[in-house]
């Protein structure tokens, strides 16, 4: 009698192991579908302004996180995630190396905004059982905020009202001058 309450346990236990066995198996297969998926990152390329980009040329951290930033448009999950230290590691050089010419408030804000993400994507890479989801997300995030940093380098070049007074005061004066010297003729 007691073969058998042994011998049905047994057969119990191992029935249920493979039921989830099976259940894993299904998890793990929808899991490995949602690493390969390609990242939608619709936001417009925004490009800097020529002064600007004068100065972000010389700046070789700066062209290194541009091209980071662009290989993720076509970027997996799985992909972002392998470099997701890579990432994390170059942002962090783009932080500690602004030149001066394109040191101002802003763009170091902006700086640690795209170096906190970077760090984010690292973490959350890095998980024993990653989100896929929540990688796609800060993917998305950090494409958003480097964009975010052009837009702030470009402001920096920007002219002041001033600057634009004195140019369109110059501009009538010019006007002018060429004015009479039209009703001289």
């Avoid at 990152?41 to 100065?55: S, V, W």
């Avoid at 030149?99 to 906190?116: C, G, I, K, Q």
């Avoid at 470009?154 to 002219?159: R, W």
Wanted: hydrophobic share 35%.
């Amino acid at each position: 009698m007691y073969r058998l309450i042994y011998f049905l346990l047994i057969i119990s236990i191992i029935s249920c192991k493979s039921e989830q066995d099976s259940k894993d198996s299904i998890e793990d297969k929808q899991d490995t579908t949602a690493f390969q998926k390609k990242l939608k990152i619709e936001e417009p390329q925004f490009t800097l302004e020529p002064e600007a980009r004068k100065y972000a040329l010389n700046w070789v951290e700066y062209i290194t996180a541009q091209n980071e930033i662009r290989q993720l448009e076509d970027a997996s999950i799985n992909d972002v995630m392998n470099n997701a230290p890579l990432i994390a590691q170059i942002m962090e050089s783009l932080k500690n190396s602004v030149p001066d010419s394109l040191r101002s408030v802003a763009v170091e804000s902006r700086l640690n905004v795209v170096n906190t993400k970077a760090q984010l994507l690292k973490q959350y890479s890095g998980k024993q059982e990653p989100d896929a989801e929540e990688i796609a997300q800060t993917t998305q995030e950090l494409h958003s905020e480097f964009t975010n940093l052009k837009l702030q380098m470009n402001e920096i070049f920007l002219k002041s009202l001033e600057d634009f007074e004195k140019e369109l005061d110059e501009f009538e004066k010019l006007e002018r001058e060429q004015d009479s010297i039209s009703e001289d003729f």
